[in-house]
Each structure stands twice: as structure tokens, then as C-alpha cells.
């Protein structure tokens, strides 16, 4: 592995200056040759894509980030098949649900490739804020990358909640009755509540966050995260000796292999339903990405519920400024990786206390 | 503009201008049909309620089939024949055991075309016994509730026909084919680079 001269400290280098600093020029222009403007190729400029960029880009820990990408291209094209049958009306969405897997062609199969889709997103979503973290790749000037990513992190939180909320079992109803409590809890979550308008249904209003307000935020959040790694370009000291165009060609590759991974995951091992939901009592478990959240409840109540997610959220996004370093400067200070473990751990174990845990009423503590 | 350029714009133009047309035909039918109108003297009931269904502005003297829909359950209430007005009037007894839900109702032509329909809520029977969400129901009632609700997976009878099974094994088999052919172009592509 080779090693660059550092930078001027400070200075924000821009997408020419990475690509040309390791003695790389940018842009290849027997590449742009092999690639005619008047071809399709050419009109869709595929040729923009043909920038150097680390050979380690197309190791499996930087693809993370691609392979949660891939993901929520799964998520968002079966969950357009599945909203052609889904009905968001409170008496209707259980029937639906069942219609879709008892009555849709291949209904039962998207419907599983969606929940497999959201665990594996939640899981490389997770474990490259983990390698992001551990590479210290969010210090100067990539710290809006790292906002915007967990950002990306809170909204599939939100997606994950809101759909499951939506399928009408009896996890649903009590995820429901929890972002009630939750939003009556929070200054200015009256939206989320039932008394909010009496012209649409909450679970209406929450289908429609899980289908449109959600997925435009994810949209917007992606963009932004991909054009400053774009501009910042990837974090590695190696000579940029590889093309972005075989990284995508790899990534293709390994999304292709995530995907048949999901339909067999699918095939094999289809998402279940609870039974109908009943109101007002607490019988089941959050999935288990929520556990933790679930732990903290069992914990100190309802308020835990809020507690959680803004000490985890909170500190992913204090990260930047608790290490105000450079890329190539200084290394981390030892407290803030103590930290970071210290969170991790606590996450874990939460999870970990979560699935043991006998299950408990929280709404009304 | 040279001569191929112009080729190129015009078969661009050709190819945008086909594939609008065969959108607009495969959508035709889509909007072929239901010109009547069907009312109902209530669009909220429950199960075992009457429903009085009337339909006016249908084709004269035609017979018609009328069904309530729901997305789990049809229930057929026979043929009504229109009158010389292309209207009719036809009382729909609803099942008991019909579980609440989102339904409609529809006049069904003898092509099998839905030629009206109206939408249909049903409530459940006691509506007030179930609690308010954001209220925690009383001891006693909780008792009761808790009997009710289950973490346990509903036993949900899903058939996956062999052809459906076909499809599956493809769609991987061809994942994973395509994937292994990208993943050799692109170690080739490195090697060549290298």
C-alpha cells in the first residue's frame, strides 16, 4: 500500500485535486475514447463515471455503503408491488396484508424480500457506520458525509418503524400505540397522534410517511451523501490506481448476489404475521433492531422510548465534533474511541437484554 | 445537422412516439367501462345490516350480477335486471360472519365488466367494546383483551403453485449467473488495467 503526502491542514481538497494528488490523472481519455458520444453509453454519460478512485474502494468493507444501497433499491421496488395491494385503512391493512400473501402471484415471496431487504440494510447500514467510524473517515472534510449518513441511519429507523406499523398484527397495533405515547411525549408530535385530523386515519397518515415522505427524505439524503464522497472521494492513502467503472461493475456484482441472497432468504425462511391486532395491551416484541430500545423502556418507562434514540443518534452525530482532527492528521483522541465502544456495547447489550428479557407493559408507566 | 445525425433524431422521436401509443392502448381498457352509478343508502354497516343498493344510468334491460368485494371474501347477492330506464333497486342482507373492512359494491355486465360501483365500510358489530388506542382499557377488560391477543404467528395458509416456484428458482439462478459474469468482467478489467 502506498502513501500519499498529507495535506495542507485545513484545506478542503476538491475532486480534481484527490483524483490528481497519488500521480493519478482523473480522467482517462482512451476510456472516454472507448466510449462514443453518439452510443447510448455516450448519451447517459457513463463516461462521468469513469474516474480513478483506491483499489481498496473494491474491498468488501468500503462496499458496505453500495451493498445497503442495493438493499434499499430492493426495498423500494418491492415496496411499490406491495403498495398496489396494500389498503391503509385501520379495518383493511391485516386483510390486505393476508390478500397479499395468500392471493397476489409471488405476493408472499416480495412481501418476505421486503423484510429481508430492511434487516440486511439495517445490518450494512450498521456495520459501515462501524468501518466508517473505525477508519476514522468522518473527520475533516467529510463531516456533513457523516451527518448525512446518519441521517440515512435515522430514516431507515423510521422506515422500519413506520412499516411495521402498518401490516395490522398485534406488533403492529402496539408499535402504533407506542408512536402515539411517543409523539404525545414529544414537542410537536401531535402529527403523529390520532387527534391530529379526524379526516384521515393515523395509520393512513403513517403509510403515507412510509411510501412517500420517508423514502424522498432517503432520496435526498443518498444524493447528498454520494455527491460529497464524489467530491471528497474515498477515504484511503492508496494511489488511485482502479476505475469508479469497476467498482460499479463489482458492486453490481455483489448487489446482484445480495439479491439472490434474498430470495432464497425469502424462499426459505418467509416473514411472518402475527394475529390481528388487539388494542391496549402489550403481548409482543419490537423486531429486533429495536430492542434496545425496548431494553431502555423495560428500564425506566415510556421515556425510554426517547432516551435511547437521542443518546445513540445524539453521539453519531456529536462524532465529528468530538474528534475535530484531520484525515491525515493526528490520531483520534483515546476518549472518544472509549466512547464509541462504550455506546457499542451498550447497544449490544441492550439487544442482547432485549431478547431475554421477559416481555413487559410499557404504555401507561 | 449531417444526415446520419438526422437518422438518429428521427428514429429517437419514432421510438418515443411507439412506445406513447402502446401506452395509450394497453390503457384503453382500463377506462372502457363503468359509466352507471350505484348508491347505497349507507356507505358504513355492519355485519348482518341490510344494505338497500340502487343503480341508475346502466344500459337498459340488462341483467347484471352484484357483488360485495373485500379483499379476502366475495359475497354473490345474485342478478338484478335494469328497467326501461336502465335503473334498479335491490336489497343486499349482509352476512354475519362478514369480517369488518374496507369493501365495495359492484354491478357486474354479463362480459364480466364492472359497469358501477360504490364503496363499502364494515364496522365491527360492537364497535365500543374495542378501547381507544391511546387509552389503556380497565383491568377487567384487559383480562378479556389479553385472552384475545397473541404474540404467536397466525397460522397463514400460503400456497406457492409450482409455476410461482419456477419464477423464484429463475429470478436467483439468474442473480446469481448475472453477478458471477460481472464479477469475472470485472477482474478481467482489473487485470487488464493492472
Redesign the interface.
Known amino acids: 500500500m502506498s502513501s500519499s503526502a498529507p495535506n495542507d491542514a485545513g484545506a478542503v481538497p476538491s475532486a480534481g485535486t484527490i483524483a490528481a494528488h497519488d500521480g493519478v490523472v482523473p480522467d482517462s481519455s482512451s476510456a472516454h475514447a472507448a466510449v462514443p458520444e453518439?452510443s447510448i453509453a455516450g448519451r447517459l454519460g457513463v463516461r462521468a463515471l469513469d474516474y480513478a478512485i483506491p483499489?481498496s474502494a473494491?474491498r468488501l468493507p468500503y462496499m458496505l455503503g453500495g451493498l445497503t444501497f442495493v438493499g434499499l433499491l430492493a426495498l423500494i421496488g418491492t415496496g411499490v408491488l406491495l403498495d398496489q395491494f396494500f389498503?391503509p385503512?385501520p379495518?383493511?391493512a391485516y386483510?390486505?396484508v393476508?390478500?397479499i400473501?395468500?392471493?397476489v402471484?409471488?405476493g408472499?415471496?416480495v412481501r418476505s424480500i421486503h423484510y429481508w431487504a430492511a434487516t440486511v440494510v439495517f445490518v450494512t447500514l450498521f456495520f459501515h457506520i462501524l468501518y466508517v467510524f473505525w477508519r476514522r473517515s468522518y473527520t475533516r472534510p467529510r463531516e456533513v458525509t457523516w451527518w448525512l449518513g446518519v441521517g440515512l441511519f435515522i430514516t431507515v429507523f423510521g422506515l422500519m418503524f413506520t412499516g411495521t406499523t402498518l401490516k395490522g398484527?398485534?406488533?403492529a397495533?402496539e408499535a402504533?400505540?407506542h408512536a402515539?405515547?411517543g409523539a404525545?411525549m414529544s414537542p410537536g408530535g401531535a402529527v403523529l397522534?390520532?387527534d391530529f385530523t379526524s379526516s384521515t386515519t393515523l395509520l393512513s397518515r403513517l403509510h403515507s410517511l412510509h411510501v412517500s415522505v420517508l423514502p424522498l427524505v432517503l432520496l435526498a439524503l443518498v444524493l447528498g451523501h454520494f455527491a460529497l464522497i464524489r467530491v471528497h472521494g474515498i477515504h484511503s492513502h492508496e494511489a488511485k490506481?482502479?476505475?469508479f467503472?469497476?467498482h460499479v461493475?463489482?458492486l453490481?456484482?455483489?448487489?446482484?448476489?445480495l439479491?439472490?441472497g434474498l430470495?432464497?432468504l425469502a424462499?426459505v425462511f418467509?416473514a411472518?404475521?402475527?394475529?390481528?391486532?388487539?388494542?391496549?395491551?402489550e403481548?409482543?416484541?419490537p423486531a429486533w433492531p429495536f430492542l434496545w430500545i425496548y431494553a431502555v423502556e423495560n428500564t425506566v418507562g415510556m421515556t425510554g422510548m426517547l432516551i435511547a434514540p437521542i443518546v445513540l443518534f445524539g453521539f453519531l452525530a456529536a462524532v465529528p465534533l468530538l474528534d475535530r482532527g484531520h484525515d491525515q492528521g493526528a490520531g483520534r483522541p483515546r476518549w472518544v474511541m472509549g466512547l464509541g465502544m462504550l455506546v457499542l456495547l451498550a447497544y449490544i447489550a441492550g439487544i442482547v437484554y432485549g431478547v431475554f428479557a421477559p416481555?413487559m407493559q410499557h404504555?401507561?408507566m | 445537422m449531417s444526415a446520419p445525425g438526422r437518422f438518429?433524431q428521427l428514429r429517437w422521436r419514432l421510438g418515443v412516439a411507439l412506445t406513447l401509443a402502446a401506452i395509450g392502448l394497453a390503457a384503453t381498457p382500463l377506462f372502457a367501462h363503468e359509466k352507471g352509478v350505484l348508491t347505497l343508502n349507507t356507505k358504513q354497516a355492519a355485519p348482518g345490516d341490510t344494505l338497500v343498493a340502487r343503480g341508475s344510468k346502466l344500459a337498459k334491460g340488462a341483467a347484471l350480477r352484484i357483488e360485495i368485494r373485500?379483499?379476502?371474501k366475495t359475497f354473490p347477492f345474485g342478478s338484478v335486471h335494469t328497467d326501461a330506464a336502465g335503473k334498479f333497486e335491490m336489497r343486499l342482507p349482509i352476512p354475519a360472519d362478514a369480517?369488518?373492512?374496507?369493501y365495495r359494491v359492484v354491478a357486474i355486465a354479463s362480459d364480466g365488466d364492472v359497469s358501477a360501483q360504490e364503496n363499502l365500510?364494515?364496522?365491527?358489530v360492537q364497535a365500543a367494546a374495542?378501547?381507544?388506542?391511546?387509552?389503556?382499557?380497565d383491568m377487567t377488560?384487559?383480562h378479556v383483551?389479553?385472552s384475545?391477543?397473541?404474540?404467536?404467528?397466525?397460522d397463514?395458509?400460503?400456497?406457492?403453485s409450482s409455476r410461482?416456484w419456477t419464477?423464484?428458482i429463475g429470478?436467483?439462478?439468474f442473480?446469481?449467473v448475472?453477478?458471477?459474469?460481472?464479477?469475472r468482467?470485472?477482474t478481467s478489467?482489473?487485470a487488464r488495467?493492472?
Open positions: 453518439h483499489p473494491n389498503n385503512e379495518l383493511s386483510d390486505s393476508v390478500y400473501m395468500t392471493r402471484p409471488l408472499n415471496w398484527d398485534q406488533e397495533v402504533l400505540a402515539v405515547a404525545k397522534t390520532p490506481t482502479a476505475r467503472t469497476q461493475r463489482r453490481t456484482a455483489f448487489g446482484l448476489f439479491c439472490a430470495g432464497i424462499a418467509p411472518v404475521l402475527g394475529h390481528p391486532g388487539v388494542e391496549g395491551v403481548v409482543t416484541k416481555q404504555l401507561g | 438518429t373485500g379483499a379476502l369480517k369488518p373492512g374496507a365500510v364494515l364496522r365491527p374495542v378501547p381507544s388506542m391511546t387509552r389503556m382499557p377488560t384487559m383483551m389479553e384475545r391477543a397473541t404474540a404467536a404467528p397466525a397463514i395458509r400460503v400456497v406457492t410461482a419464477v423464484i429470478l436467483i439462478v442473480a446469481l448475472g453477478g458471477v459474469l460481472l464479477l468482467g470485472a478489467g482489473s488495467t493492472a
